[in-house]
């Protein structure tokens, strides 16, 4: 069986357990921004471990689960936990959820995650709008033999980021009075945090934040026929080098945790939009 097919079957699996919830977007979660899915009312609560081919994350912070219900009655998805490039999976892996999400009728893909500010004014606990990226991570899930059914062989990157959504995003933090940065997201790989000589050449290059995720998602919804991105980052550390303190794990949850109550309450106001 090959991956469209593999896609299209893991959706109906899904409608299955859904039946006519019909989500306006879906909602990747980062670290430490798994509160907002145990808001959603009517939830539908779906283990990763449950669904075929999804991807099992490993990593602390990322539970695993899918949950279908409504956010201020907007009905939405949220994926609590995310796979990452580090972790060992392939990259027709890394790009599957986003796919599924896809084969389900999901117009709009919410990218969050958690990110170290390139920006000295874009303190840990603030949140950043992503307007563009640039893809130091290797990964392409796009790699490989292309099944037109998905998107085009060449695909262009110049709106992956919706201008559209991305200026909804602007006039919601606007609303709420949330402070909302924006910059160009820098994905790496990892798993070790960046070296203060890489976070220096990556605001050379103009980044405004760097995480170790996002790039296969964007790459993907980009592919996709027919499907929009757009995304915030939560910034959990400054980059290595800027403060002089190291870095660990812990700090990027702790923190993650404070941005995600700023990020929880724009997102409220934004699917309702929709």
């Known amino acids: 069986m090959g991956v469209y097919e593999q896609v299209q079957d893991c959706a109906e699996f899904l409608r299955g357990k859904i039946g006519d919830f019909s989500p306006k977007c879906a909602i990747i979660l980062g670290s430490g921004l798994n509160q907002l899915a145990e808001e959603l009312e009517e939830a539908i609560r779906i283990q990763y471990t449950d669904i075929p081919g999804f991807p099992k994350p490993t990593v602390q912070g990322h ?15 949220c994926l609590q936990g995310r796979s990452h490039g580090y972790e060992g999976h392939d990259e027709t892996t890394l790009a599957y959820p986003t796919r599924v999400m896809w084969a389900l009728g999901v117009p709009l893909l ?23 990226h640039i893809n130091m ?81 964007i790459l993907t919804a980009s592919h996709l026929n027919g499907m929009k991105a757009c995304g915030i980052a939560t ?39 929709l």
Request: charged share 20%; net charge negative; glycine share 12%.
């Open 110 to 132: 919410v990218i969050t995650n958690a990110s170290g500010s390139l920006n000295p004014e874009a303190t840990p606990g603030n949140l950043m709008m992503m307007t563009d």
């Open 63 to 77: 539970s695993g689960c899918l949950h279908f219900g409504k956010l201020n009655g907007t009905e939405i998805v």
């Open 235 to 273: 910034m959990t550390n400054m980059g290595a080098g800027i403060t002089g303190e190291p870095l660990n794990h812990e700090e990027v949850m702790e923190l993650g945790l404070i941005a995600g109550k700023r990020l929880a309450k724009l997102l409220k106001v934004f699917v309702t939009k």
């Open 137 to 217: 991570s290797g990964l392409n899930p796009m790699a490989g033999m292309n099944d037109e059914r998905f998107g085009p062989r060449f695909f262009d990157m110049t709106n992956a980021w919706d201008k559209e959504h991305s200026q909804l995003l602007r006039e919601c933090a606007a609303e709420i009075e949330t402070p909302l940065f924006e910059g160009t997201y820098v994905g790496v790989r990892g798993p070790n945090f960046e070296t203060p000589a890489e976070i220096k050449a990556f605001q050379v290059l103009g980044g405004g934040c760097v995480g170790m995720s996002t790039v296969p998602e």
